[in-house]
C-alpha cells in the first residue's frame, strides 16, 4: 500500500508539471524554480525541526531517521534553488552572483544545515550522534525566519520577482511531492543503516 501511495505521488508530480510546461514556456524566469525551490526546502526543515524535538522527547530513532532524511532533501532542493538564483542573476546583470540579501541569507542557511551533516560524521555513538544533531537543527532553523523576513524586507535584485504566482504554486505542489518522495527513500535507507550498524556493533561486541 506504502509504495502503491508513493507510485501515486511521483505520477502526480509528473502530471503537475506537464501541466504547467506552458506557463513555464510563456515565462522563461518560471522555468528557473528559484521561489518554490526555496519553498520546499523552508517545508524540508520544518520537517527536520518537528522530527529533531520529536527524537529529544522519545528517543525514537526513527524521528531522527526521518530529520536526516528531510535535512538532506532540504539542503539539495536549497542548492539548486541558490544555483537557480545565480543563473537569474547572471542573465540580469552579467555576474553569477551578487550579494542580493535573498541569496545570501539562503547561502548562509544552507551552511548552517551542511555543518549538521558535518556534526552527524563527527559522532560515531548513535544515541549522542542524534540528540547532537537534533541540537543543532534547532538551532539551525532560528535562521529560516531570518531568511524570510529578508524576503520580505529587502528589495530583490533586477529580475528576481519574489511574489507566488499560480505558475509557482503548481511548481511548489509538484516539487514538494518530489522531495517528500525523495525523503521516504532516505529515511528508509537511514533506518537499514543504522539497523546494519547496530548489527555490526552486536558482532563486534561478541
Not at 526521518?66 to 538532506?72: F, I, K, N, P
Not at 539542503?75 to 544555483?83: D, P
Not at 547532537?132 to 529587502?154: E, G, Q, R
Request: with cysteine; aromatic share 10%; net charge positive.
Amino acid at each position: 500500500m506504502r509504495e502503491k501511495a508513493l507510485y501515486l505521488i511521483g505520477v502526480l508530480a509528473v502530471v503537475l508539471m506537464a501541466y504547467n510546461l506552458a506557463e513555464i514556456a510563456a515565462q522563461p524566469s518560471e522555468a528557473l524554480f528559484y521561489i518554490p525551490l526555496a519553498g520546499v526546502a523552508g517545508l524540508a526543515a520544518v520537517t527536520a525541526l518537528v522530527a529533531g524535538i520529536a527524537f529529544l522527547r522519545t528517543r525514537n530513532f526513527q524521528f531522527d531517521a526521518l530529520a536526516v532524511a528531510a535535512t538532506e532533501v532540504g539542503l539539495a532542493f536549497l542548492a539548486a534553488g541558490i544555483v537557480c538564483g545565480c543563473f537569474l542573476t547572471h542573465a540580469e546583470g552579467g555576474r553569477w552572483w551578487s550579494w542580493d540579501a535573498r541569496l545570501t541569507a539562503a547561502l548562509v542557511c544552507w551552511l548552517l544545515y551542511a555543518t549538521y551533516l558535518m556534526l552527524r560524521h563527527a559522532v560515531q555513538e548513535p544515541s549522542q550522534r542524534a540528540a547532537f544533531a537534533a541540537v543543532w537543527s534547532v538551532f539551525a532553523f532560528l535562521d529560516v525566519p531570518l531568511v524570510v523576513a529578508t524576503i520580505a524586507w529587502w528589495k530583490p535584485a533586477a529580475g528576481m520577482r519574489m511574489d507566488w504566482t499560480p505558475s509557482r504554486l503548481l511548481n511548489l505542489l509538484a516539487l514538494a511531492m518530489v522531495g517528500t518522495l525523495l525523503t521516504v527513500v532516505r529515511m528508509r535507507q537511514e533506518e537499514a543503516r543504522r539497523e546494519l550498524d547496530s548489527l555490526r556493533r552486536v558482532t563486534h561486541a561478541i
